[in-house]
């Protein structure tokens, strides 16, 4: 299981950081991913982080910006934030990735955490 927590309303350019917790599996074992999806659009994968934490993937769209970290002692992964745009407005969820070069998995995913940008 796959919950999200961090989202919120801010205004551009602010930050948030977002945060995954995985149970009911071995985490510290599994590549992970966070994907968004605004309204009237398709999932955008964006970022992607390895077991380990050494290997990380990022979307051009939010390259610079965001950074994936993870706490495998917390079964945690982590989305922190920068210079917010109002693109950036979605329903941010975490996955499960099968290798951090390719999209996660379309199913499994957390319920998400609504960012909401404002200019």
């Known amino acids: 299981q796959l919950l999200e927590s961090g989202g919120g309303m801010v205004q551009v350019g602010g930050s948030l950081r977002l945060s995954c917790v995985g149970s009911?599996?071995?985490?510290?074992?599994?590549?992970m991913s966070w994907v968004r999806q605004a309204p009237g659009k398709g999932p955008e994968w964006i970022s992607s982080i390895s077991t380990g934490g050494a290997t990380t993937y990022y979307a051009d769209s939010v390259k610079g910006r965001f950074t994936i970290s993870r706490d495998n002692a917390k079964s945690t992964m982590y989305l922190q934030m920068n210079n917010l745009k109002p693109e950036d407005t979605a329903l941010y969820h975490c996955a499960k990735a099968v290798r951090v070069d390719l999209p996660p998995r379309s199913d499994g995913w957390g319920p998400g955490t609504q960012v909401t940008v404002s200019s």
């Open positions: 009911g599996f071995t985490f510290r074992r599994v590549n």
